[in-house]
């Protein structure tokens, strides 16, 4: 890897707890610190559950002092004034920025938009650009870099907002830190992530799998998250009759021992980034099922080589697909062998190469 000139790079992010998004931006300040960068993480929230590296202004202490308008406009003083003490080479936007009168304020007088390099961690794009075309250019057109973490995420803002500066890098992933082993797999598949069934559609996953052959050999759905439908999800497993063979395990930011120990993990959203929870599992040498949603499944999975791909919003399709990965036991074993290989371009050190040309 070639060191950095030793150039400031702050990343500001939502917050570094609960979610992939987060855990991703963790990450990054972790792979662009070890090839050299002096590297700060500015938190939004008051929540640092995962690693990162360089020095940190937690905003979010702030804000749980004082979280009135006076309070707000306070943090975007401190703020301002952080980076104007740094004069960072870039700043790279890993936030959803949702408010235009704030994201205006931000974008022209907080940040220096030449430095800026704006990320888009989702496919529901709303939520990182303002919907209306002409606002969402007025805010982010004269940025250094649009940054999607997925292909398809770039190819949408592009067409959407007619942006010059778009591309678009993977999230990366340690591969070493999956070197966990489990001699035999046990009798359950699971789903882990967030509880919310706007988005992750759990509500799709207990469906097709009480129409699939699974609870008849005795294989248990285990799904392990925290969230605001977790009492919803619950009844839903009552009303389909299938108590007996869901398990509902609490928030767990190390699940690598349970993922390593599924037969396989089913992800069932309506729209996704670039989900971690795929590339998570694949590093551990467990096979994936995944609607083909927007976007991501499609860019890590290889149909029939690491997982299965389905169609999406369709229980017939995914029960068949859930029970045919139990049953084919030669597809099974070819899924699972190929799983750890297929993410190696995944790894740190190919994605810091793509931020280092950006960077330098």
């Known amino acids: 890897m070639l060191k950095a000139n030793n150039k400031k790079i702050c990343i500001v992010v939502s917050s570094l707890g609960k979610g992939g998004a987060e855990r991703s931006s963790g990450l990054l300040s972790q792979i662009l610190f070890d090839v050299g960068y002096d590297v700060h993480v500015v938190s939004v929230l008051n929540d640092t559950e995962f690693s990162y590296k360089g020095k940190l202004l937690n905003l979010g202490e702030l804000k749980d002092q004082d979280d009135s308008t006076l309070g707000r406009l306070k943090r975007l003083r401190v703020l301002k004034a952080y980076l104007r003490t740094h004069n960072f080479d870039y700043v790279i936007d890993n936030r959803t920025r949702i408010g235009f009168i704030k994201e205006f304020i931000i974008s022209k007088f907080i940040y220096a938009p030449k430095k800026t390099i ?3 961690r989702s496919y529901k794009t709303a939520n990182y650009i303002n919907p209306n075309r002409f606002l969402g250019r007025l805010l982010y057109a004269n940025a250094y870099k649009t940054v999607g973490v997925s292909k398809a995420i770039a190819e949408h803002v592009k067409a ?22 489990s001699e035999t797999q046990e009798n359950y598949i699971l789903f882990f992530g967030r509880l919310d069934d706007e988005v992750k559609n759990i509500s799709l996953l207990l469906k097709a799998y009480s129409k699939s052959e699974l609870p008849k050999h005795k294989i248990s759905l285990k799904i392990l998250g925290e969230g605001k439908d977790l009492e ?34 089913v992800l069932t959203s309506r729209y996704e980034g670039f989900p971690r929870s795929i590339l998570e599992s694949l590093a551990l040498g467990t096979p994936v099922i995944s609607v083909d949603c927007k976007s991501g499944p499609n860019e890590i999975i290889q149909n029939t080589s690491n997982g299965l791909l389905v169609e999406n919003h369709n229980p017939d399709a995914l029960a068949e697909a859930m029970t045919k990965l139990f049953i084919d036991k030669d597809l099974y074993l070819q899924c699972k062998q190929n799983s750890k290989s297929s993410v190696a371009h995944f790894s740190e050190a190919e994605i810091v190469k793509q931020w280092q040309v950006i960077l330098n």
Do not use: G, H, W
């Open 118 to 120: 704006y990320c888009i």
């Open 232 to 265: 919803t999800l619950m009844n839903q497993v009552k009303t389909l009759n299938i108590a007996s063979n869901v398990k509902f395990l609490p928030y767990n930011p190390n699940p690598s021992a349970i993922v390593n120990s599924a037969l396989y993990t």
């Open 160 to 181: 959407v907002y007619k942006f010059k500066n778009v591309t678009s890098i993977y999230n990366p992933i340690v591969l070493e830190e999956y070197n966990t082993k």
